[in-house]
């Protein structure tokens, strides 16, 4: 049997965590007056600083390393980087949040860097560096999702405790996590911008998902339009002369918590006896693994 994820939970908490990284969060805006940026502890050598090997963003547009390098070349960097001793190079800084910058400042040509030091152990790190990438700006839906998918398997949070930690209300959490629903070919439309995140979540419902996904792309639907669809087609292969009952609002959130904390598509059918049934549907069978494991652990 596959080993069950480590569930402990930091023993101050998400929110003490998020405290110490919050100012950090936000990017140098153009506007420096108007960023209330914390005082650094201070200035380090930038040939003293290293990436954190398990930093889960890979991607770095060379465009926008340029801008914000301009930037700081104008302003300087507002926002302090924040570092931890390195565990393997005595005197030497690893990054925690913050290496868009640090990669900016090179382009920049600067000698240091202001940084905050903190004592981070492994996993404060890495949850660290997950929460500042699902804070940011220009990240996609998909890879918010699963920022948000690795702080509840790996670390054991509870989407209660994300959302009073980032100030995010449950329904975004779960609507966000949803798409990672979606079958793999819909999460690269996505991820390359040819389906927003509307698109994607109207898909959910649809019998035949890929099909409607491609004709969205092919023809310009808008997301109204792909709701409809999705409906229509789901209506169409209902048992002649019958419809689908509509599902009350405690119905549907319930399928939202359920489909967000399993990362699974889950239906639930309620009759008028108070039984009924609910249907969890996997795409492969590495997503049943998934939840096997989920079912064994609980």
């Known amino acids: 049997m596959a080993r069950t994820p480590d569930k402990r939970r930091l023993g101050r908490g ?5 405290a110490d ?12 007056e108007q960023v209330a940026a914390p005082r650094a502890d201070r200035l380090v050598p930038i040939e003293d600083i290293h990436p954190n090997p ?6 770095f547009s060379d465009e926008a390393l340029r801008e914000l390098a301009a930037s700081i070349q104008a302003h300087g960097i507002i926002q302090p980087l924040i570092v931890r001793p390195d565990p393997a190079a005595s005197g030497q800084y690893q990054i925690v949040a913050g290496e868009r910058r640090w990669r900016a400042a090179q382009v920049a040509q600067l000698h240091d860097v202001p940084v905050l030091v903190r004592e981070f152990d492994d996993d404060e790190t890495l949850q660290v560096a997950i929460i500042e990438n699902v804070q940011r700006a220009d990240l996609n839906p998909l890879e918010e999702a699963l920022g948000y998918k690795q702080l509840i398997d ?33 999460q690269v439309m996505v991820r390359d911008g040819d389906l927003s995140a509307g698109h994607a979540r109207a898909l959910l419902t649809a019998d035949e998902p890929i099909a409607l996904a491609k004709r969205a792309v092919r023809e310009g639907l808008s997301v109204r339009a792909v709701e409809k669809a999705a409906k229509s087609a789901g209506q169409s292969t ?11 609002a405690d119905t549907r959130a319930l399928e939202s918590d359920l489909s967000a904390a399993l990362a699974m598509k889950v239906e639930i059918d309620h009759g008028k006896d108070g ?11 590495e997503q049943l693994d998934d939840l096997m494991r989920k079912l064994n652990a609980g």
């Open 14 to 18: 998400l929110s003490a965590l998020m």
């Open 21 to 32: 990284i919050e100012p950090t969060t936000t990017e140098p805006s153009a506007e420096p």
């Open 54 to 59: 398990d930093q889960p963003r890979r991607a």
């Open 154 to 186: 790996r670390f054991g949070h509870t989407q209660l405790e994300l959302s009073t930690a980032m100030g995010k209300s449950r329904s975004h959490l779960a609507n966000v996590m949803r798409l990672l629903q979606l079958p793999d070919e819909i």
């Open 238 to 248: 209902a048992a002649p002369g019958r419809t689908r009952p509509e599902k009350d």
């Open 275 to 285: 039984s009924g049934k609910m249907v969890i549907k996997y795409n492969d069978l």
